[in-house]
Nanobody, 118 residues
């Protein structure tokens, strides 16, 4: 089992910044890719950014140039730096951990709310 705990969400004005953190514990060695997803009200959960154990990253087109994902393996923590926030970035942000073994389970955190006011 892997446990994920997010933090860092909040209410911010458009144009502002936030840094989300996700601390992982448990069977850390079973994890390869870490990712952030978000879910806006009335919409499906969508991938925002992902980072592999080799630090390869990918981003949703809507956040490229504004969001930066990084990981600190010494702290078992993945971060999402969010700059130039827009009202459409509002939603619940979820941390996700994917296993080394492709058939293994995905893990999710409980989510952290990000609200951007215009």
């Amino acid at each position: 089992q892997v446990q994920l705990v997010e933090s860092g969400g909040g209410l911010v004005q458009a144009g502002g910044s936030l840094r989300l953190s996700c601390a992982a514990s448990g069977r850390i060695n079973s994890i390869n890719t870490m990712a952030w997803y978000r879910q806006a009200p009335g919409r499906q959960r969508e991938l925002v950014a992902a980072i592999t154990s080799g630090n390869n990253t990918n981003y949703a087109d809507s956040v490229k140039g504004r969001f930066t994902i990084s990981r600190d393996n010494t702290k078992n923590t993945v971060y999402l730096q969010i700059d130039s926030l827009k009202p459409e970035d509002t939603g619940v942000y979820y941390c996700n951990a994917r296993p080394v073994v492709p058939s293994g389970p995905w893990y999710w955190g409980q989510g952290t709310q990000v609200t951007v006011s215009s």
